[in-house]
C-alpha cells in the first residue's frame, strides 16, 4: 500500500496515476489504430469487434494500468525517481515495457488461445509476408514506449511543483 499523510497527496497521486494512464493511452492507442487497425482486435478479444469496442477496452485498461503505476511505484524505494520529471519519465518507460512483457507476452496469448485462435488476426500491415511481423513488433514497442513517457510526463505534472506544464490550468502549489 501507499504511504498516506495529512495534505491528501496520497489520493492526488492514484488520480495522477489514473489520469495519467488515460491521457496515455489515447496517445498509444492513436498510434496502434493510426499504424495497425487494431481497436477492432481489441475489441474482439472482449466480444466485441468494433473500433469503439476497442477503445473502451483499451482506455479502460490504459487507466488501470496508470493507477497500477502508484501501486508499483508510490515506494519510499522510487522516492528519489518520483522527484523529478526525468525520475518519472524513467519509471513510466520501465513500467510500459513490462506491461509490454506481460500483456504481449502471457495475457494476449492466454485470450487468444481462451477465443479458440491459433493466432494474432493482424488486420493491416504496410508490408504483408516477412517483415510483417516485424513492424508489428516495432509499431507495439513504439506505442508502449509513447504510453510510458506520456504517463510519466502527466503524472510529474500533477505530482510536482517543477513538473508543472506552462500551458496547463493546475496549480502546482501545493503538490
Known amino acids: 500500500m501507499s504511504r498516506t499523510d495529512d495534505t491528501g497527496t ?9 489520469l495519467g494512464g488515460l491521457v496515455a493511452g489515447v496517445a498509444m492507442g492513436v498510434v ?7 481497436m477492432p482486435t481489441i475489441g474482439a478479444l ?8 476497442g477503445w473502451a477496452v483499451h482506455l479502460f485498461n490504459s487507466a488501470l494500468f496508470g493507477a ?4 508499483v511505484f508510490d ?8 522527484a523529478d520529471v526525468g525520475g518519472c ?7 510500459s515495457a513490462l506491461l509490454g512483457v506481460i500483456t504481449g507476452g502471457l495475457l494476449l496469448p492466454t485470450a487468444i488461445a481462451l477465443e ?3 493466432s494474432l488476426p493482424v488486420p493491416t500491415l504496410p508490408f504483408p509476408g516477412l517483415t510483417a511481423s516485424f513492424e508489428f513488433g516495432a509499431v507495439i514497442a513504439v506505442a508502449h514506449l509513447i504510453y510510458g513517457l ?9 505530482t510536482l511543483a517543477e513538473g508543472a506544464i506552462g500551458w496547463l490550468p493546475f496549480d502546482p502549489v501545493d503538490r
Open 89 to 95: 519519465l524513467s519509471l513510466g518507460v520501465v513500467h
Open 46 to 53: 472482449v466480444g466485441v469487434e468494433t473500433a469503439l469496442g
Open 10 to 18: 496520497t489520493d492526488r497521486r492514484w488520480g495522477a496515476g489514473a
Open 150 to 158: 506520456v504517463l510519466g510526463r502527466v503524472f510529474a505534472a500533477l
Open 116 to 118: 479458440g485462435a491459433t
Open 75 to 82: 515506494r519510499a524505494f522510487f522516492d528519489d525517481l518520483r
Open 32 to 38: 496502434l489504430h493510426g499504424a495497425l487497425g487494431l
Open 68 to 71: 497500477l503505476f502508484v501501486a
